[in-house]
């Protein structure tokens, strides 16, 4: 990041223009400031300057102030590269698509605010001090870009000791030279290859994870909880990450959306044996350690092994044989700039052909398919391929839904072999409502020593009973870290105190006050004040909760959760009426909303009119086909008029696309047994039990 200049910006500001959805933008200078005549937050053309340059290869964006105190990132970027490789241009990061000013996309909305989506991870110790009083930011920094502090903490001590006497200091704190986070996991540490496998060990097992937090706080995909991260601190205290579910990754952990590297690493074989960041980068001047397969080779170092044709099958010094095409294949993001995985994987065309997963032999060989490359694996190895990462089949079930996805899930979750991010992905797709055995993997997962898994487990288990819940989750308000006790504390919120004994209540007052202070944290977010909105509901605060749910929508008019959660609200103090109302407005923002349809269809049910009622429960089923518990809730609204041929008609198409769904199931049983048809109540009936005992049994 750095101030537009005319040393800094690369764009071409010589009355450029770029066309995009209907809209021409110039870029030009004026008196010494670059400009941009786009369209604005209304849609119409205006002149914005520009302030501040982000990035500089392979593209640059620009950041434009706004009054009150936001910086929106400029969605038409310009390509860095040389004019060889197809840069020296303009071009916008969506091309695909149609983004109007009226698109939550849009470089005006919040999706574009460098605020809270950029600046943490781009300038060190950084302040964002949104006001949500007067919905405005003051956002601070000690840098503007990424400077020493944000690795190793304050330098003032570092000062400090530089200036010291020598002679006074003791040896530890010589070691640490004053900084506050000791990066030193892999100080005297040599890797040695076993001569037989040519598999690299660690002379000394790592036994912390603090180098590696440190660079995930800006290298993971996850949500913020304050800015007072420090490095060296735990990063569950500041930061919330996300796990390896769809549509962040492929079913078999391979990176989809932007993940920033920290979850794909965590996969990988060479993590469980001790790697750090720094082994393969030079933090300080952000390049390798060395060029190419040299790289690797540090490490493994048998190159007869691994650096030749029987290993890599490919032409020395080809494409092919470098050890990143194979185990390492990039993505594109932001249209021109390729991220490699880091989950270091053997490449699985197999998978791709059971799973759809893409694997690396086609991202070159993209005039062959799967099955082609997972028989010319098979014909180099005399087998099909292993892999450290045995997780595919579980994750591509569930997102298929699979009547034994929670079976499988429940395997990976309890096998201590598979890596913990894994473990913890599978507990966080887990049905608490299921059975017992859905609830005893949960129970296991709150009591591991990996906070990854504890959090997982909470997740879930907000969908067990409310017994279940307090039991399991009530220790975990006490939890050694933040994220964990939120979420705890999250998921307890609707338990009456009488029900927690002096020391559980007084953590439960603890985590709230945690709780409460992370989303006023991220206020400047509709997603924030609703889960706030959400936090006081469960409380019994009604007139706090209200106050949260409006202000969500003030923020963002087109976030949908926000309407649907205050019609809830109003619903639960019976003022259904006005919550007709709020669904109705957020219908004039988004008609194709299939959430707010089914919403307003449940709230006319309740205010008996039925025919209305049935018409907006209808039309969420069309605008979402694919929605099992839509076509479910109008086939029971259909069946509730009379209508139970209709009925059964519907819940037996939704049965074909989705054939372990309990619900249909035993709705299926109940009309047809209803309507006298005993042979096909049984049938259902039948089905159900099956389905039940399979999940019960494991398979």
Known sequence: MQHANADSVLGNFANAKFTYAGIMSTFFRRDDKFFVNTDGPDGRLRDFEIKYTFGVAPLQQYLIEFPDGRFQALSIAWDARPKQQGGQRWFHLYPKERITHEDELHWTRPAQNWNFMCADCHSTNLRKNYDPTADRFKTEWSEISVGCEACHGPGSEHLTWAKGNRQSRSTAQDEGKGLNARLDERHGIVWASDPKTGNPARSIPRNSEREIE????????????????????????????????????????????????????????????????????????????????????????????????????????????????????????????????????????DLSVKFGTPNACNGCHSNRDARWAAGQVNNWNGRGPQGYQRYAAAFSAFNDGAWDAQVQLRAIAADPSQPAIARATALAQLDASLNQAALDALAAGLRDSHSLIRLAALQSLGGAPPEARVRLAVPLLADPLKAVRIEAVSLLAAVPGEQLNAEQRAAFASASAEYIASQQYNADRAEARVNLGTFYANRGDGAKAETEFKAAFRLDPQFIAAYVNLADLYRALGRDREGEDILREGLKLAPSSATLHHALGLTLVRLKRSDAALAELERATVLEPGNARFAYVYAVALHSTGNSAAAIARLEKTLAAHPNDRDVLEALASFYAGRGDNAQAKKYAAQLRALEQKLASGG
């Open 214 to 349: 440190v660079c995930a706080q800006c290298h993971a995909r996850r949500g913020q909880l304050d800015d007072s991260y420090a490095p060296g601190k735990p990063l569950l205290d500041h930061y919330r990450p996300a796990f390896l579910t769809s549509p962040l990754y492929h079913a078999d952990g391979q990176q989809r959306d932007e993940v920033y590297i920290w979850g794909s690493f965590l996969q990988s074989k060479m993590s469980a044996s001790g790697v750090t960041c720094s082994d393969c980068h030079n933090p300080h001047s952000g390049k390798l350690r060395a060029e190419g397969n040299a790289l690797c080779a540090s490490c493994h170092s048998a190159a007869d092994t691994y650096d030749t044709p029987a290993h890599h099958h490919h032409k020395v010094g080809s494409a092919g044989a470098a050890c990143v095409a194979c185990h390492m294949p990039t993505t594109i993001y932001m249209s021109i700039d390729p991220r490699r995985d880091h989950s270091l994987r053997v490449p699985r065309p």
